[in-house]
């Protein structure tokens, strides 16, 4: 099975950039989305296809790629932006990382 | 605006079959690109989410391999409705369950609407 890794959780301070990886066996050759989520809601697709975002997403999320890892960043963090996120890519099926718990400290 | 909204019991027993609908609105479930697919997810209390399996236009359905001889996934285009059955369910599938839209095309796949999801736990 197709395995996505991400780091279990990552702090940054207010206003700081926050990066999160996510790497996967020929992950270059596929696209990454990223998703945020809040405690007791569902997700929110804040990037596809490695660097687009959603019309409603604010600027300070983007996404990037490098080889086999897939990065989100989020740049001047927020309060706001704590959350869980999880990457995503199709490798026959549809699969997730593991998660990572964004603390905003 | 699409929005999703799944249903069903919020707690089944070992042993038993867990049934889910997800009612569609704001669109007609009946594809009309074939780069949209209907899928469930699921994710453990704590946990990360887990795909379950989806539905594409024809009508072929995909599932995640180790649940595929307990899952049913299907479309009921009259109703509007998506639908989850996993058999012979135990502790380990109690989740939050979500259904959701899928865009996918070549390599290129992202989940571009989710509902709200929906506890289901199971125990007796």
Same mark, same amino acid.
Request: one cysteine or more.
């Given at each position: 099975?197709?395995? /996505?890794?991400? %780091?279990?959780?990552?702090?940054?301070?207010?206003?700081? &950039?926050?990066?999160?990886?996510?790497?996967?066996?020929? /992950?270059?050759?596929?696209?990454?989305?990223?998703? !945020?989520?809040? %405690?007791? !809601?569902? %997700?929110?697709? =804040?990037?596809?296809?490695? =660097?687009?975002?959603?019309?409603?997403?604010?600027?300070?999320?983007?996404?990037?790629?490098?080889?086999?890892?897939?990065? /989100?960043?989020?740049?001047?963090?927020?309060?706001?932006?704590?959350?869980?996120?999880?990457?995503?890519?199709?490798?026959? &099926?549809? =699969?997730?990382?593991?998660?990572?718990? /964004?603390?905003?400290? | 605006?699409?929005?999703?909204? $799944? +249903?069903?019991?919020?707690? #089944?027993?070992?042993? $038993?079959?867990?049934?889910?609908t997800?009612a569609? +609105?704001?669109?007609?479930?009946?594809?009309?690109? +074939?780069?949209?697919?209907?899928?469930?997810?699921?994710?453990?209390?704590?946990?990360?989410? $887990?795909?379950?399996?989806?539905?594409?236009?024809?009508?072929?359905?995909?599932?995640?391999?180790?649940?595929?001889?307990?899952?049913?996934?299907?479309?009921d285009?009259?109703k509007?409705q998506?639908?989850?059955?996993?058999?012979? #369910?135990?502790? +380990?599938?109690?989740?939050?369950?979500?259904?959701?839209? $899928?865009?996918?095309?070549?390599?290129?796949?992202?989940?571009?609407?989710?509902?709200?999801?929906?506890?289901?736990? #199971?125990?007796?």
């Amino acid at each position: 099975s197709y395995d /996505l890794t991400q %780091p279990p959780s990552v702090s940054v301070s207010p206003g700081q &950039t926050a990066t999160i990886n996510c790497s996967g066996d020929k /992950l270059g050759d596929r696209y990454a989305s990223w998703y !945020q989520q809040k %405690p007791g !809601q569902a %997700p929110v697709l =804040v990037i596809y296809r490695d =660097v687009r975002r959603p019309s409603d997403i604010p600027e300070r999320f983007s996404g990037s790629t490098s080889g086999d890892t897939a990065t /989100l960043t989020i740049s001047g963090t927020q309060a706001m932006d704590e959350a869980d996120y999880f990457c995503q890519a199709w490798a026959s &099926t549809t =699969v997730f990382g593991g998660g990572t718990r /964004l603390t905003v400290l | 605006q699409l929005q999703l909204q $799944e +249903s069903g019991p919020g707690l #089944v027993t070992p042993s $038993e079959t867990l049934s889910l609908t997800c009612a569609v +609105s704001g669109d007609s479930i009946r594809i009309s690109h +074939s780069y949209y697919f209907w899928s469930w997810i699921r994710q453990p209390p704590g946990k990360g989410l $887990e795909w379950i399996g989806t539905i594409d236009y024809s009508g072929t359905t995909y599932s995640r391999p180790s649940l595929r001889s307990r899952v049913a996934i299907s479309v009921d285009t009259s109703k509007n409705q998506l639908s989850l059955k996993l058999r012979s #369910v135990t502790a +380990s599938d109690s989740a939050v369950y979500y259904c959701a839209r $899928e865009h996918r095309d070549g390599f290129n796949s992202y989940i571009d609407y989710w509902g709200q999801g929906t506890l289901v736990t #199971v125990s007796s």
